[in-house]
T-cell receptor, first 113, second 112 residues
């Protein structure tokens, strides 16, 4: 089966750096996505990793280690608007020839002044 | 704005009723996905269509069904509604089967 774990809640201070971890167990790993979701709104795509290493995109970076089943999302220079849920999602390849995106429960990040 | 549209935005109905949610994917996207998000369960994958054909099924109840039409828009039909079906229903689309998904604004369904 599949399992994705993320912390439920985190808090951080405006201007600081925060790291949100995600560990996963899947049978047919085929990529990992991070999405941001503000309350009551649609998830929006942040990053994608399929190979090991760090992907940087402005204030956001995402890291993947496939051997450890581990990823993190790094947010720098935090702003109040970064207060949101961050969803880790793993693309899992199934026999029958299709992918499914499995979402973690999300990490609610609160940024304080 | 992701380019994915969903109607209606809000839907309030009674138990036992049937509703239809509609989704139009981004221009050029062939793949459509449906997700359910309730407070206690996170984002749950329901079903995926690609160019009119069903490609993958998740935790979709037998009371629920979906289809993708030749113009690529999709509809999710929910029948014999129960209180527990109250949730946000998101549609997402992607260019093909493996690319990032873009989410619509969602339909908030309330079953009373």
């Amino acid at each position: 089966g599949q399992n994705i774990d993320q912390p439920t809640e985190m808090t951080a201070t405006e201007g600081a750096i925060v790291q949100i971890n995600c560990t996963y167990q899947t049978s047919g790993f085929n990529g990992l996505f991070w999405y941001q979701q503000h309350a009551g709104e649609a998830p929006t795509f942040l990053s994608y990793n399929v190979l090991d290493g760090l992907e940087e995109k402005g204030r956001f970076s995402s890291f993947l280690s496939r051997s450890k089943g581990y990823s993190y999302l790094l947010l720098k220079e935090l702003q109040m608007k970064d207060s949101a849920s961050y969803l880790c999602a793993v693309r899992d390849w199934f026999s029958g020839g299709y992918n499914k995106l499995i979402f973690g429960a999300g990490t609610r990040l609160a940024v304080h002044p | 704005d992701s380019g994915v549209t969903q109607t209606p935005k809000h839907l309030i109905t009674a138990t036992g009723q049937r509703v239809t949610l509609r989704c139009s994917p981004r221009s050029g996207d062939l793949s459509v996905y449906w997700y359910q998000q309730s407070l206690d369960q996170g984002l749950q994958f329901l079903i995926q269509y690609y160019n009119g054909e069903e490609r993958a099924k998740g935790n979709i109840l037998e009371r629920f069904s979906a289809q993708q039409f030749p113009d690529l828009h999709s509809e999710l039909n929910l029948s014999s509604l129960e209180l527990g079906d109250s949730a946000l229903y998101f549609c997402a689309s992607s260019v093909d089967l493996d690319n990032e998904q873009f989410f619509g604004p969602g339909t908030r369904l309330t079953v009373l």
